[in-house]
Protein backbone atom coordinates (compact mmCIF):
# COMPACT_ATOMS: atom_id res chain seq x y z
CA UNK A 1 0.00 0.00 0.00
CA UNK A 2 1.01 3.47 -0.66
CA UNK A 3 1.12 6.70 1.18
CA UNK A 4 -2.68 7.24 -0.25
CA UNK A 5 -5.17 9.02 1.93
CA UNK A 6 -8.03 7.27 -0.23
CA UNK A 7 -7.99 3.91 0.74
CA UNK A 8 -10.85 1.92 1.65
CA UNK A 9 -10.66 1.38 5.39
CA UNK A 10 -8.82 4.32 5.95
CA UNK A 11 -11.00 6.28 8.46
CA UNK A 12 -10.49 10.18 8.18
CA UNK A 13 -13.78 10.84 9.71
CA UNK A 14 -14.47 14.53 10.04
CA UNK A 15 -11.69 15.36 12.38
CA UNK A 16 -10.35 18.72 12.62
CA UNK A 17 -6.53 17.20 11.95
CA UNK A 18 -8.11 16.52 8.51
CA UNK A 19 -7.07 12.77 9.25
CA UNK A 20 -3.41 13.47 7.72
CA UNK A 21 -1.12 10.01 8.59
CA UNK A 22 2.01 11.54 8.62
CA UNK A 23 3.97 8.23 8.26
CA UNK A 24 1.32 7.91 5.30
CA UNK A 25 1.32 4.56 5.54
CA UNK A 26 4.26 3.02 3.86
CA UNK A 27 4.47 -0.34 3.95
CA UNK A 28 7.62 -1.28 2.47
CA UNK A 29 8.86 -4.41 3.50
CA UNK A 30 12.14 -4.33 2.21
CA UNK A 31 15.19 -2.24 2.69
CA UNK A 32 15.34 1.26 1.80
CA UNK A 33 16.91 2.15 -1.62
CA UNK A 34 18.94 4.98 -0.99
CA UNK A 35 22.29 3.58 0.67
CA UNK A 36 25.45 4.60 -1.77
CA UNK A 37 25.54 1.33 -2.90
CA UNK A 38 22.78 0.76 -4.50
CA UNK A 39 23.26 0.09 -8.59
CA UNK A 40 20.44 0.52 -10.06
CA UNK A 41 20.84 2.95 -13.34
CA UNK A 42 20.21 6.95 -12.32
CA UNK A 43 18.96 9.15 -14.65
CA UNK A 44 21.56 10.88 -15.98
CA UNK A 45 19.57 13.60 -18.61
CA UNK A 46 21.73 13.21 -21.53
CA UNK A 47 21.46 9.70 -21.58
CA UNK A 48 17.63 9.69 -21.26
CA UNK A 49 16.80 11.79 -23.87
CA UNK A 50 14.37 10.46 -26.40
CA UNK A 51 14.38 10.84 -29.89
CA UNK A 52 12.84 13.84 -30.43
CA UNK A 53 14.59 15.68 -27.64
CA UNK A 54 17.77 14.95 -29.23
CA UNK A 55 16.44 16.25 -32.30
CA UNK A 56 15.19 18.99 -30.88
CA UNK A 57 18.27 19.66 -29.16
CA UNK A 58 20.56 19.36 -31.98
CA UNK A 59 20.94 23.14 -33.38
CA UNK A 60 22.41 21.48 -36.52
CA UNK A 61 19.37 20.61 -37.46
CA UNK A 62 17.17 23.65 -38.87
CA UNK A 63 13.82 24.17 -37.62
CA UNK A 64 12.32 23.16 -41.31
CA UNK A 65 14.00 19.82 -40.95
CA UNK A 66 12.03 18.90 -37.92
CA UNK A 67 9.43 16.90 -37.53
CA UNK A 68 5.65 18.68 -35.91
CA UNK A 69 6.47 16.92 -32.50
CA UNK A 70 10.29 17.87 -32.63
CA UNK A 71 9.82 21.32 -33.63
CA UNK A 72 7.27 21.56 -30.33
CA UNK A 73 9.66 20.47 -28.38
CA UNK A 74 12.52 22.87 -29.46
CA UNK A 75 9.97 25.48 -28.94
CA UNK A 76 9.47 24.22 -25.44
CA UNK A 77 13.36 23.77 -24.89
CA UNK A 78 13.89 27.18 -26.06
CA UNK A 79 10.88 29.01 -23.77
CA UNK A 80 12.50 27.18 -20.92
CA UNK A 81 15.62 28.64 -21.99
CA UNK A 82 17.64 25.19 -22.21
CA UNK A 83 19.56 26.34 -25.32
CA UNK A 84 22.92 24.94 -26.74
CA UNK A 85 21.88 21.18 -27.43
CA UNK A 86 22.23 17.57 -26.39
CA UNK A 87 26.07 18.73 -25.42
CA UNK A 88 24.89 21.24 -23.26
CA UNK A 89 22.80 18.37 -21.11
CA UNK A 90 26.07 16.63 -21.29
CA UNK A 91 29.09 19.38 -19.41
CA UNK A 92 29.27 20.44 -15.98
CA UNK A 93 26.37 22.43 -14.26
CA UNK A 94 28.01 25.72 -15.01
CA UNK A 95 27.94 25.18 -18.42
CA UNK A 96 24.28 23.72 -17.80
CA UNK A 97 23.64 26.75 -16.01
CA UNK A 98 24.84 28.82 -18.65
CA UNK A 99 22.71 26.70 -21.34
CA UNK A 100 19.53 27.20 -19.22
CA UNK A 101 19.94 31.09 -19.38
CA UNK A 102 16.12 32.61 -19.69
CA UNK A 103 16.01 33.63 -23.67
CA UNK A 104 13.82 36.30 -24.63
CA UNK A 105 10.56 34.40 -24.08
CA UNK A 106 9.15 36.07 -21.38
CA UNK A 107 12.23 38.38 -20.12
CA UNK A 108 14.01 40.05 -22.35
CA UNK A 109 17.89 40.76 -21.26
CA UNK A 110 17.24 43.67 -18.14
CA UNK A 111 13.41 43.34 -18.47
CA UNK A 112 11.89 42.81 -15.10
CA UNK A 113 8.78 40.69 -15.23
CA UNK A 114 5.60 42.76 -16.85
CA UNK A 115 3.59 41.63 -13.61
CA UNK A 116 3.71 39.85 -10.38
CA UNK A 117 1.05 37.62 -9.55
CA UNK A 118 1.15 35.78 -6.18
CA UNK A 119 -0.36 32.22 -6.05
CA UNK A 120 -0.84 28.73 -4.60
CA UNK A 121 -0.24 25.04 -6.25
CA UNK A 122 -0.99 23.00 -3.39
CA UNK A 123 -5.27 23.26 -2.56
CA UNK A 124 -7.78 20.72 -1.57
CA UNK A 125 -11.01 19.97 -1.68
CA UNK A 126 -14.17 18.32 -1.04
CA UNK A 127 -13.09 16.07 -3.55
CA UNK A 128 -9.77 14.88 -0.78
CA UNK A 129 -10.81 11.79 1.62
CA UNK A 130 -8.97 14.64 4.03
CA UNK A 131 -10.50 17.91 2.31
CA UNK A 132 -13.81 19.31 3.21
CA UNK A 133 -14.28 22.51 0.71
CA UNK A 134 -15.88 23.53 -2.64
CA UNK A 135 -13.64 24.32 -5.44
CA UNK A 136 -14.92 27.77 -5.24
CA UNK A 137 -14.63 28.20 -1.18
CA UNK A 138 -10.74 27.73 -2.04
CA UNK A 139 -11.14 29.90 -5.40
CA UNK A 140 -13.47 32.90 -3.52
CA UNK A 141 -11.05 32.65 -1.04
CA UNK A 142 -7.92 32.81 -2.66
CA UNK A 143 -9.15 35.49 -5.03
CA UNK A 144 -10.53 37.92 -1.26
CA UNK A 145 -6.96 36.76 0.19
CA UNK A 146 -5.41 38.78 -3.10
CA UNK A 147 -3.90 35.66 -5.13
CA UNK A 148 -3.95 35.70 -8.60
CA UNK A 149 -3.55 32.03 -9.24
CA UNK A 150 -3.82 28.44 -7.60
CA UNK A 151 -3.97 24.99 -8.64
CA UNK A 152 -6.51 22.45 -7.01
CA UNK A 153 -5.00 19.49 -6.00
CA UNK A 154 -7.17 16.78 -4.79
CA UNK A 155 -5.10 13.77 -3.72
CA UNK A 156 -4.08 11.04 -6.07
CA UNK A 157 -5.82 7.73 -5.27
CA UNK A 158 -8.41 4.98 -6.56
CA UNK A 159 -11.53 6.94 -5.91
CA UNK A 160 -9.90 10.28 -7.41
CA UNK A 161 -8.57 8.03 -9.96
CA UNK A 162 -11.89 6.58 -11.06
CA UNK A 163 -14.37 9.11 -10.29
CA UNK A 164 -12.67 12.25 -8.62
CA UNK A 165 -10.51 13.80 -11.74
CA UNK A 166 -13.63 14.06 -13.66
CA UNK A 167 -15.91 15.37 -10.78
CA UNK A 168 -14.37 18.04 -9.76
CA UNK A 169 -13.45 19.50 -13.29
CA UNK A 170 -16.98 21.17 -13.93
CA UNK A 171 -16.84 22.95 -10.26
CA UNK A 172 -13.07 24.53 -11.81
CA UNK A 173 -15.10 25.47 -14.79
CA UNK A 174 -17.49 26.92 -12.95
CA UNK A 175 -15.52 29.05 -10.95
CA UNK A 176 -13.15 30.25 -13.67
CA UNK A 177 -16.57 31.46 -14.72
CA UNK A 178 -17.15 32.89 -11.69
CA UNK A 179 -14.05 34.64 -10.82
CA UNK A 180 -12.89 35.97 -14.11
CA UNK A 181 -9.99 37.41 -12.80
CA UNK A 182 -8.58 34.82 -10.79
CA UNK A 183 -6.38 32.06 -12.36
CA UNK A 184 -7.83 28.47 -11.44
CA UNK A 185 -5.72 25.69 -12.60
CA UNK A 186 -6.53 21.70 -12.63
CA UNK A 187 -4.20 19.51 -10.50
CA UNK A 188 -3.79 16.69 -8.46
CA UNK A 189 -1.50 15.91 -5.39
CA UNK A 190 0.47 12.89 -6.79
CA UNK A 191 1.79 9.97 -5.08
CA UNK A 192 5.14 9.80 -5.96
CA UNK A 193 6.29 6.37 -6.68
CA UNK A 194 8.47 5.38 -4.01
CA UNK A 195 8.42 9.18 -2.53
CA UNK A 196 6.58 11.36 -0.72
CA UNK A 197 3.75 14.03 -2.55
CA UNK A 198 4.03 16.39 -5.95
CA UNK A 199 1.74 18.82 -7.23
CA UNK A 200 1.33 17.50 -10.81
CA UNK A 201 -1.11 20.15 -12.98
CA UNK A 202 -1.48 21.55 -16.59
CA UNK A 203 -2.82 23.97 -18.48
CA UNK A 204 -6.10 24.48 -18.98
CA UNK A 205 -7.82 22.92 -22.13
CA UNK A 206 -9.67 20.39 -24.26
CA UNK A 207 -7.71 17.02 -22.45
CA UNK A 208 -6.63 18.80 -18.78
CA UNK A 209 -8.72 16.09 -17.31
CA UNK A 210 -8.12 12.97 -20.50
CA UNK A 211 -4.35 13.54 -19.48
CA UNK A 212 -4.82 13.86 -15.83
CA UNK A 213 -6.74 11.04 -15.78
CA UNK A 214 -4.58 8.79 -17.47
CA UNK A 215 -1.49 9.95 -15.43
CA UNK A 216 -2.77 9.12 -12.32
CA UNK A 217 -4.24 6.05 -13.09
CA UNK A 218 -0.57 4.79 -14.55
CA UNK A 219 1.71 6.63 -12.33
CA UNK A 220 0.16 7.63 -9.51
CA UNK A 221 2.21 5.46 -6.38
CA UNK A 222 -1.48 4.65 -4.46
CA UNK A 223 -3.27 3.42 -7.78
CA UNK A 224 -0.30 1.49 -9.15
CA UNK A 225 0.74 0.25 -5.38
CA UNK A 226 3.97 1.67 -6.09
CA UNK A 227 4.74 3.33 -2.64
CA UNK A 228 7.64 1.49 -1.90
CA UNK A 229 11.37 2.67 -1.81
CA UNK A 230 12.02 -0.01 -5.23
CA UNK A 231 14.65 0.78 -8.12
CA UNK A 232 11.28 -0.25 -10.28
CA UNK A 233 9.04 1.82 -8.11
CA UNK A 234 11.41 5.07 -8.18
CA UNK A 235 11.96 4.66 -12.17
CA UNK A 236 8.15 4.81 -12.37
CA UNK A 237 8.17 8.47 -10.98
CA UNK A 238 10.96 9.15 -13.60
CA UNK A 239 8.29 7.68 -16.23
CA UNK A 240 6.02 9.73 -15.20
CA UNK A 241 7.64 13.05 -15.68
CA UNK A 242 8.66 11.88 -18.68
CA UNK A 243 5.17 11.40 -19.66
CA UNK A 244 4.10 14.49 -19.09
CA UNK A 245 6.70 16.00 -20.64
CA UNK A 246 5.31 14.00 -23.92
CA UNK A 247 1.80 14.76 -23.51
CA UNK A 248 2.66 18.87 -24.16
CA UNK A 249 5.05 17.85 -27.12
CA UNK A 250 2.15 15.57 -28.66
CA UNK A 251 0.15 18.69 -27.86
CA UNK A 252 -2.51 17.24 -25.72
CA UNK A 253 -1.90 19.88 -23.24
CA UNK A 254 -0.31 22.97 -23.39
CA UNK A 255 1.97 22.49 -20.52
CA UNK A 256 2.21 20.48 -17.81
CA UNK A 257 4.64 21.19 -14.47
CA UNK A 258 5.56 19.26 -11.14
CA UNK A 259 6.51 20.49 -8.35
CA UNK A 260 7.52 18.19 -5.03
CA UNK A 261 5.23 19.02 -1.96
CA UNK A 262 7.08 18.92 2.25
CA UNK A 263 10.07 17.12 0.64
CA UNK A 264 11.53 16.75 3.87
CA UNK A 265 8.51 15.68 6.23
CA UNK A 266 9.34 12.37 6.35
CA UNK A 267 12.65 11.86 5.11
CA UNK A 268 11.61 10.11 2.19
CA UNK A 269 12.34 12.13 -0.71
CA UNK A 270 16.36 10.85 -1.14
CA UNK A 271 19.07 13.61 -2.81
CA UNK A 272 19.19 11.05 -6.11
CA UNK A 273 15.08 10.80 -6.27
CA UNK A 274 14.79 14.61 -6.40
CA UNK A 275 17.76 14.93 -8.94
CA UNK A 276 16.31 12.35 -11.04
CA UNK A 277 12.83 14.24 -10.69
CA UNK A 278 14.71 17.00 -12.07
CA UNK A 279 16.88 15.50 -14.80
CA UNK A 280 14.06 13.53 -16.31
CA UNK A 281 12.45 16.61 -17.80
CA UNK A 282 13.69 19.78 -16.51
CA UNK A 283 10.46 21.45 -18.34
CA UNK A 284 8.09 19.49 -16.18
CA UNK A 285 10.19 19.14 -12.97
CA UNK A 286 10.57 22.56 -11.58
CA UNK A 287 11.06 22.93 -7.48
CA UNK A 288 9.75 21.93 -4.53
CA UNK A 289 7.79 23.63 -1.98
CA UNK A 290 10.43 25.76 -0.06
CA UNK A 291 7.85 26.01 2.59
CA UNK A 292 5.13 23.48 3.42
CA UNK A 293 1.70 23.95 3.90
CA UNK A 294 -0.20 23.43 7.23
CA UNK A 295 1.22 26.67 8.73
CA UNK A 296 -1.45 26.79 11.47
CA UNK A 297 -0.55 23.60 12.91
CA UNK A 298 2.11 24.65 15.43
CA UNK A 299 -0.25 27.01 17.06
CA UNK A 300 0.02 26.72 20.95
CA UNK A 301 -3.04 24.98 22.52
CA UNK A 302 -4.66 28.05 23.94
CA UNK A 303 -5.45 28.90 20.23
CA UNK A 304 -4.45 26.34 17.86
CA UNK A 305 -3.97 22.62 17.48
CA UNK A 306 -0.79 22.62 19.73
CA UNK A 307 0.84 20.60 16.68
CA UNK A 308 4.45 20.51 14.78
CA UNK A 309 4.27 23.53 11.98
CA UNK A 310 3.86 22.33 8.55
CA UNK A 311 2.64 19.07 10.64
CA UNK A 312 6.36 18.36 10.46
CA UNK A 313 6.06 16.03 13.50
CA UNK A 314 7.74 13.01 12.15
CA UNK A 315 10.87 11.07 12.63
CA UNK A 316 12.84 8.94 10.74
CA UNK A 317 11.44 5.16 9.57
CA UNK A 318 12.62 2.42 7.51
CA UNK A 319 11.96 4.13 4.38
CA UNK A 320 13.91 7.44 5.00
CA UNK A 321 16.79 8.05 3.60
CA UNK A 322 19.67 7.51 6.18
CA UNK A 323 21.62 10.30 5.78
CA UNK A 324 18.43 13.25 6.98
CA UNK A 325 19.65 14.12 10.67
CA UNK A 326 16.40 14.57 12.99
CA UNK A 327 16.61 18.38 12.39
CA UNK A 328 15.27 17.68 8.73
CA UNK A 329 11.92 16.03 10.17
CA UNK A 330 10.71 19.69 11.69
CA UNK A 331 10.62 22.86 9.98
CA UNK A 332 12.60 25.74 10.68
CA UNK A 333 11.33 28.91 11.06
CA UNK A 334 8.22 27.39 8.71
CA UNK A 335 10.32 26.45 5.86
CA UNK A 336 10.99 23.10 4.52
CA UNK A 337 15.04 22.11 6.05
CA UNK A 338 16.18 21.33 2.60
CA UNK A 339 15.93 25.12 1.28
CA UNK A 340 15.90 26.68 5.34
CA UNK A 341 19.93 25.08 5.63
CA UNK A 342 22.08 27.96 3.99
CA UNK A 343 24.61 24.83 2.12
CA UNK A 344 21.71 22.02 2.96
CA UNK A 345 19.97 20.21 0.01
CA UNK A 346 18.40 22.83 -1.93
CA UNK A 347 22.10 24.80 -2.63
CA UNK A 348 23.71 21.35 -3.62
CA UNK A 349 21.29 21.11 -6.69
CA UNK A 350 22.36 25.10 -7.16
CA UNK A 351 25.56 24.45 -6.80
CA UNK A 352 25.48 22.22 -9.60
CA UNK A 353 23.81 24.69 -11.89
CA UNK A 354 20.61 22.81 -11.60
CA UNK A 355 17.74 25.52 -11.88
CA UNK A 356 15.67 23.84 -9.17
CA UNK A 357 13.05 26.48 -7.49
CA UNK A 358 11.14 27.14 -4.93
CA UNK A 359 7.58 27.74 -3.68
CA UNK A 360 5.41 28.34 -0.54
CA UNK A 361 1.96 27.23 -0.59
CA UNK A 362 -1.52 26.63 2.02
CA UNK A 363 -1.76 22.56 1.11
CA UNK A 364 -5.67 23.96 2.79
CA UNK A 365 -7.88 21.10 3.88
CA UNK A 366 -9.98 22.13 7.33
CA UNK A 367 -9.02 25.65 7.87
CA UNK A 368 -8.13 26.75 11.42
CA UNK A 369 -10.57 29.10 13.49
CA UNK A 370 -13.23 28.22 10.86
CA UNK A 371 -17.37 27.46 11.82
CA UNK A 372 -17.90 24.72 8.80
CA UNK A 373 -17.96 21.28 8.83
CA UNK A 374 -19.12 18.29 6.89
CA UNK A 375 -23.14 17.37 7.13
CA UNK A 376 -24.29 14.45 8.70
CA UNK A 377 -23.67 11.76 6.85
CA UNK A 378 -20.99 12.72 5.11
CA UNK A 379 -18.37 9.73 5.57
CA UNK A 380 -15.87 7.79 4.06
CA UNK A 381 -18.14 5.10 3.02
CA UNK A 382 -20.44 8.20 1.61
CA UNK A 383 -16.63 9.56 0.20
CA UNK A 384 -15.87 6.18 -1.06
CA UNK A 385 -19.25 5.45 -2.78
CA UNK A 386 -19.56 9.11 -4.19
CA UNK A 387 -16.39 10.71 -4.58
CA UNK A 388 -16.13 13.46 -2.72
CA UNK A 389 -17.82 14.67 0.32
CA UNK A 390 -20.84 16.83 0.41
CA UNK A 391 -21.06 20.34 0.38
CA UNK A 392 -20.01 21.84 3.97
CA UNK A 393 -22.33 23.22 6.66
CA UNK A 394 -22.29 25.90 9.51
CA UNK A 395 -21.30 24.13 12.25
CA UNK A 396 -22.33 26.64 15.11
CA UNK A 397 -18.27 26.09 16.39
CA UNK A 398 -15.06 27.48 16.25
CA UNK A 399 -12.77 24.98 14.85
CA UNK A 400 -9.61 26.02 16.74
CA UNK A 401 -7.12 22.07 15.73
CA UNK A 402 -7.56 22.80 12.51
CA UNK A 403 -3.57 23.18 10.94
CA UNK A 404 -4.34 25.03 7.53
CA UNK A 405 -4.67 28.33 6.54
CA UNK A 406 -7.35 29.39 3.42
CA UNK A 407 -5.23 30.30 0.23
CA UNK A 408 -3.34 33.10 0.47
CA UNK A 409 -4.25 34.03 3.77
CA UNK A 410 -0.43 33.36 5.36
CA UNK A 411 1.61 31.83 2.38
CA UNK A 412 2.37 33.27 -1.11
CA UNK A 413 4.10 32.16 -4.07
CA UNK A 414 4.83 35.17 -6.62
CA UNK A 415 5.46 34.50 -9.60
CA UNK A 416 6.87 37.02 -12.39
CA UNK A 417 5.00 37.23 -15.57
CA UNK A 418 4.77 38.54 -19.14
CA UNK A 419 1.12 38.78 -18.96
CA UNK A 420 -1.86 37.69 -16.90
CA UNK A 421 -2.44 34.43 -17.92
CA UNK A 422 -2.25 30.54 -17.03
CA UNK A 423 0.73 29.71 -19.63
CA UNK A 424 2.64 32.53 -18.47
CA UNK A 425 2.14 31.67 -14.93
CA UNK A 426 3.68 28.89 -15.72
CA UNK A 427 6.38 30.08 -17.60
CA UNK A 428 7.13 32.56 -14.90
CA UNK A 429 7.57 29.45 -12.44
CA UNK A 430 9.49 27.64 -15.08
CA UNK A 431 11.94 30.32 -15.39
CA UNK A 432 12.33 30.81 -11.63
CA UNK A 433 11.05 34.29 -11.46
CA UNK A 434 9.68 33.54 -8.03
CA UNK A 435 9.94 34.72 -3.85
CA UNK A 436 8.27 33.32 -1.48
CA UNK A 437 6.96 34.65 1.20
CA UNK A 438 4.93 34.26 4.99
CA UNK A 439 2.27 36.89 6.54
CA UNK A 440 2.42 39.42 4.25
CA UNK A 441 5.91 40.44 5.19
CA UNK A 442 6.58 43.16 2.45
CA UNK A 443 4.76 44.31 -0.17
CA UNK A 444 7.39 43.60 -3.37
CA UNK A 445 10.83 41.96 -3.75
CA UNK A 446 12.74 42.66 -6.95
CA UNK A 447 16.34 40.84 -7.04
CA UNK A 448 18.81 41.59 -10.06
CA UNK A 449 22.55 41.16 -10.63
CA UNK A 450 24.11 43.73 -12.85
CA UNK A 451 27.40 44.68 -14.09
CA UNK A 452 28.87 47.72 -12.00
CA UNK A 453 27.76 50.42 -14.08
CA UNK A 454 24.98 48.99 -15.80
CA UNK A 455 21.65 49.86 -15.28
CA UNK A 456 19.82 46.55 -15.59
CA UNK A 457 20.97 43.44 -14.97
CA UNK A 458 19.45 39.66 -14.64
CA UNK A 459 16.37 39.41 -12.37
CA UNK A 460 15.30 36.34 -10.33
CA UNK A 461 15.87 33.08 -12.47
CA UNK A 462 18.15 34.05 -14.60
CA UNK A 463 21.76 33.74 -15.22
CA UNK A 464 24.56 36.94 -16.31
CA UNK A 465 27.03 36.49 -18.25
CA UNK A 466 29.32 38.91 -18.18
CA UNK A 467 33.24 39.19 -19.75
CA UNK A 468 35.28 37.62 -16.56
CA UNK A 469 36.98 40.12 -14.61
CA UNK A 470 34.49 42.55 -15.15
CA UNK A 471 33.07 43.82 -11.38
CA UNK A 472 28.96 42.63 -10.80
CA UNK A 473 27.00 43.92 -7.61
CA UNK A 474 23.74 42.12 -6.56
CA UNK A 475 20.47 44.50 -6.03
CA UNK A 476 17.75 43.98 -3.79
CA UNK A 477 14.56 46.20 -4.04
CA UNK A 478 11.84 46.12 -1.82
CA UNK A 479 8.80 47.62 -1.12
CA UNK A 480 8.41 47.04 2.56
CA UNK A 481 4.75 46.11 3.81
CA UNK A 482 2.13 49.24 4.74
CA UNK A 483 -0.94 47.49 5.21
CA UNK A 484 -2.05 44.82 7.57
CA UNK A 485 -2.02 41.45 6.96
CA UNK A 486 -4.44 38.72 7.25
CA UNK A 487 -3.58 38.24 11.31
CA UNK A 488 -4.39 42.13 11.57
CA UNK A 489 -0.94 44.09 11.90
CA UNK A 490 1.60 45.47 9.70
CA UNK A 491 4.62 43.41 9.69
CA UNK A 492 8.70 44.79 9.67
CA UNK A 493 11.12 43.49 7.62
CA UNK A 494 14.36 43.98 10.19
CA UNK A 495 16.75 41.79 8.29
CA UNK A 496 18.06 41.01 4.80
CA UNK A 497 20.60 38.17 4.17
CA UNK A 498 22.68 37.55 0.78
CA UNK A 499 23.43 34.24 0.42
CA UNK A 500 26.25 33.09 -1.81
CA UNK A 501 27.85 29.66 -3.81
CA UNK A 502 29.89 28.51 -6.13
CA UNK A 503 28.92 26.60 -9.11
CA UNK A 504 31.18 23.40 -8.95
CA UNK A 505 29.62 21.11 -11.33
CA UNK A 506 27.67 17.56 -11.60
CA UNK A 507 27.95 15.80 -8.00
CA UNK A 508 29.68 12.42 -8.34
CA UNK A 509 27.31 11.10 -5.84
CA UNK A 510 23.91 11.99 -6.14
CA UNK A 511 22.89 11.34 -2.90
CA UNK A 512 24.79 14.70 -1.80
CA UNK A 513 22.93 16.92 0.29
CA UNK A 514 25.12 19.38 1.15
CA UNK A 515 26.88 22.46 -0.67
CA UNK A 516 30.09 23.27 1.57
CA UNK A 517 30.94 26.78 -0.60
CA UNK A 518 27.76 28.19 -0.09
CA UNK A 519 26.94 30.76 3.03
CA UNK A 520 25.71 34.04 4.17
CA UNK A 521 27.45 36.79 3.03
CA UNK A 522 25.75 39.97 4.10
CA UNK A 523 23.39 40.99 6.77
CA UNK A 524 21.25 44.18 6.32
CA UNK A 525 19.50 45.70 9.12
CA UNK A 526 16.66 47.15 7.31
CA UNK A 527 14.49 48.04 10.84
CA UNK A 528 13.16 51.30 10.37
CA UNK A 529 12.87 51.02 6.33
CA UNK A 530 9.62 52.65 4.52
CA UNK A 531 8.91 52.63 1.37
CA UNK A 532 10.88 51.17 -1.79
CA UNK A 533 14.36 51.14 -0.56
CA UNK A 534 17.32 49.39 -2.63
CA UNK A 535 20.12 47.51 -0.41
CA UNK A 536 22.95 47.03 -3.16
CA UNK A 537 26.02 44.75 -2.38
CA UNK A 538 29.00 44.54 -4.48
CA UNK A 539 30.18 41.28 -5.07
CA UNK A 540 33.36 41.85 -7.00
CA UNK A 541 35.17 40.65 -10.27
CA UNK A 542 34.13 37.33 -11.93
CA UNK A 543 36.69 35.04 -12.02
CA UNK A 544 34.75 31.66 -11.41
CA UNK A 545 30.66 30.82 -11.84
CA UNK A 546 28.30 31.10 -8.94
CA UNK A 547 25.00 31.72 -7.82
CA UNK A 548 23.29 34.32 -5.20
CA UNK A 549 20.49 34.37 -3.15
CA UNK A 550 18.31 36.49 -1.28
CA UNK A 551 15.91 36.02 2.24
CA UNK A 552 14.83 38.42 4.66
CA UNK A 553 12.85 38.44 8.08
CA UNK A 554 10.73 39.98 10.97
CA UNK A 555 14.01 39.05 12.85
CA UNK A 556 12.18 37.67 15.91
CA UNK A 557 13.57 34.42 16.15
CA UNK A 558 17.20 33.15 14.99
CA UNK A 559 19.91 31.34 15.83
CA UNK A 560 23.00 29.96 13.99
CA UNK A 561 22.16 27.68 11.08
CA UNK A 562 22.31 23.95 11.04
CA UNK A 563 25.37 23.88 9.33
CA UNK A 564 27.16 25.88 11.76
CA UNK A 565 27.51 29.84 12.77
CA UNK A 566 30.16 30.23 9.77
CA UNK A 567 27.79 29.37 7.27
CA UNK A 568 24.79 31.26 8.47
CA UNK A 569 25.14 33.21 11.99
CA UNK A 570 21.26 34.00 12.15
CA UNK A 571 19.20 31.39 10.36
CA UNK A 572 15.75 30.61 10.77
CA UNK A 573 15.01 28.87 14.44
CA UNK A 574 14.26 24.92 14.71
CA UNK A 575 10.14 25.00 14.83
CA UNK A 576 9.04 23.99 18.86
CA UNK A 577 6.41 21.19 18.53
CA UNK A 578 3.14 22.82 20.01
CA UNK A 579 4.93 26.46 20.75
CA UNK A 580 5.09 27.30 16.86
CA UNK A 581 3.42 30.81 16.34
CA UNK A 582 3.47 31.42 12.58
CA UNK A 583 2.66 35.11 12.83
CA UNK A 584 5.73 35.82 14.96
CA UNK A 585 8.63 34.11 12.39
CA UNK A 586 7.89 35.67 8.91
CA UNK A 587 10.59 35.21 6.40
CA UNK A 588 10.74 35.85 2.46
CA UNK A 589 12.89 34.07 0.17
CA UNK A 590 13.81 34.79 -3.11
CA UNK A 591 15.08 32.19 -5.51
CA UNK A 592 18.53 32.49 -7.36
CA UNK A 593 20.43 34.11 -10.00
CA UNK A 594 23.83 32.50 -11.07
CA UNK A 595 26.45 34.47 -12.29
CA UNK A 596 28.59 32.82 -15.35
CA UNK A 597 32.22 34.45 -16.55
CA UNK A 598 32.17 34.30 -20.40
CA UNK A 599 36.11 35.13 -21.80
Do not use: C
Not at 36 to 61: C, F, R, V
Not at 346 to 355: C, H, Q, R, T
Request: net charge negative.
Amino acid sequence: MGHSHDHAGHDHGHDHNHGHDHNHGHDHSHEHGHGHGHDHDHHHPNTELDAATTAALDESIPDTDLSPSELSRRGLLRSAGILGGAAALAVSGAEFAAATTPTGHVFGAGRRPNVWLAGDHHIHTQLSSDGMYRVIDQAQHAAANGLDWLVITDHGGATHARIGVDLVNPQIKAARSELKDTLIFQGLEWNIPAAEHGTVFVAPGSREVEVLKQFENSYDGGVQNAGANTPVNEQLAVSGIQWLGQQVDRRRVQDAMFLANHPARNGIDSPHEIRNWRDADPRIAVGFEGAPGHQAAGLPAAIGSGSARGFYGNSPNANSFPGYPAESYRTWGGFDWMTATVGGLWDSLLAEGKPWWISANSDSHVNWNETSRRPDGSNQAQFDRDGRYMDPVYGNTVNRTAGDFWPGFYSRTHVGADRRDYLSVMEGLRNGRVWVDHGALVKGVEVEVREVGKRYGEPLGGALHVRRGRAVELVVRITAQNVPNWANFVPLLNRVDAIRGAVTGAVRDRDTFTAPDTKVIRQWDTSGKRGTFELVLPLGKVEAPYYVRVRGTDGNRSQPGYLGAAIDPQGPQLDVVGDADPWVDLWFYTNPIWVLPTR
